[in-house]
C-alpha cells in the first residue's frame, strides 16, 4: 500500500488595525502546525487615513508574494461604540481583503470570540492567555514585543481547526459559505467588480 505525503498548506491570518495590523503566517502538513513568519504593521506614523491604506495593501501584497499563501482568514471588525472607527477599521480589513483577491486567494472571516474561543476555548481570554496557549500549540516562544501579532496567528490557527472540522464543509466561521465568501462573490459576479 503507497502511503500519500501530506501536501503542505499555508496560511496567513490578519487582523486588521489602524494603528498596528497584526499577521501571522503558518504551514499546516497534516496535523503538524509550524509558524513561518508574524509581526505588525505599524501604521501610526503616517499622517492620512489613505497613507494608512495604502501601506496594508503593500505590506499584505508583499506577504502574499513572499510567502503564497493558499488561504487567508481574518478577523472581523467588532462592532465599537465609534462608527467613524468602525469605518476607518472596515477600511483597513477591506484593503487587506483586496491584496487576497487581487491573487484569488479564498478568504475566510471569523469573530474576535470565535478565535479566542478556537484558540484557548475562552472566548472572553486576554491577549496574554491567547499568546501562551499558542506557545503551547507551536511549541515555542512567542516575541512579546509582538503581542498584535499573536492575534494574526491566532486567526491562521482558528481557521486551520475550522478548515479540518466536520461541519467546515457545508458552512464556513461566520455562517457565510465556506470557500467563498468574497472570492466566491468575485467568481460568481464577474460584472459588478470593476
Known amino acids: 500500500m503507497q502511503q500519500t505525503e501530506a501536501t503542505e ?12 495590523m497584526g499577521y501571522g503566517v503558518i504551514s499546516v502538513k497534516g496535523q503538524q502546525i509550524t509558524l513561518v513568519q508574524y509581526g505588525v504593521i505599524h501604521l501610526s506614523k503616517y499622517t492620512t487615513h489613505e497613507l494608512k491604506l495604502k501601506k496594508i495593501f503593500e505590506r499584505i ?3 502574499i508574494e513572499d510567502y503564497l499563501p493558499d488561504e487567508m482568514a481574518i478577523e472581523d471588525p467588532f462592532y465599537g461604540k465609534n462608527p467613524q472607527s468602525m469605518l476607518k477599521l472596515g ?3 477591506g484593503v487587506a481583503m483586496a491584496a487576497a483577491l487581487a491573487r484569488d486567494i479564498p478568504i475566510v472571516e471569523y469573530s474576535p470570540r470565535k478565535v479566542k474561543q478556537s484558540v ?6 486576554s491577549k496574554e492567555q491567547v499568546a501562551y496557549m499558542l506557545e503551547k500549540i507551536l511549541a515555542m516562544e512567542l516575541s512579546r514585543e509582538f503581542m ?7 486567526i491562521a490557527i482558528c481557521h486551520q481547526y475550522h478548515a479540518n472540522s ?21 467568481s460568481e459576479n464577474p460584472g ?3
Open 9 to 20: 498548506k499555508v496560511i496567513i491570518g490578519v487582523d486588521p488595525g489602524t494603528q498596528v
Open 61 to 63: 501584497t508583499q506577504l
Open 91 to 93: 477600511r483597513a480589513q
Open 120 to 125: 484557548t476555548g475562552s472566548g472572553s481570554a
Open 148 to 154: 498584535d501579532a499573536t492575534d494574526g496567528i491566532a
Open 166 to 186: 466536520p461541519a467546515s464543509s457545508t458552512s464556513g466561521a461566520s455562517g457565510k459559505s465556506k470557500k467563498g465568501g468574497w472570492s466566491a462573490f468575485v
Open 192 to 194: 459588478r467588480i470593476k
